[in-house]
């Protein structure tokens, strides 16, 4: 009797169906990683930028010294900031 009930025991559990994993809809997308390092600055015209290198002091021409966000977002590389 123990020996019937182990073979039904073992031929249920094989012929269960086994579920595949559902893959994944097609309209959702990894999303890639975002570079980091960025700050927000506050340029010297009143507007926010957002660069990814250092900030520098550079000299002007009238002598003086000017602090300049660098490899800002958008077409400019260098923007005096606002002190």
Known sequence: M???????????LSAAPIAA???APDHVRPVAAR??????????NGHAVYCYGPVLLVQQ???GLSRVATFC??????????D
Request: glycine share 14%.
């Open 2 to 12: 123990n020996v019937l009930a182990k073979f039904v025991v073992a031929l249920c």
């Open 21 to 23: 994993p559902v893959p």
């Open 35 to 44: 570079p980091g390092g960025g700050k927000w600055y506050l340029a010297e």
């Open 61 to 63: 021409p009238e002598g």
């Open 73 to 82: 977002k958008g077409d400019k590389t260098i923007v005096p900031l606002k």
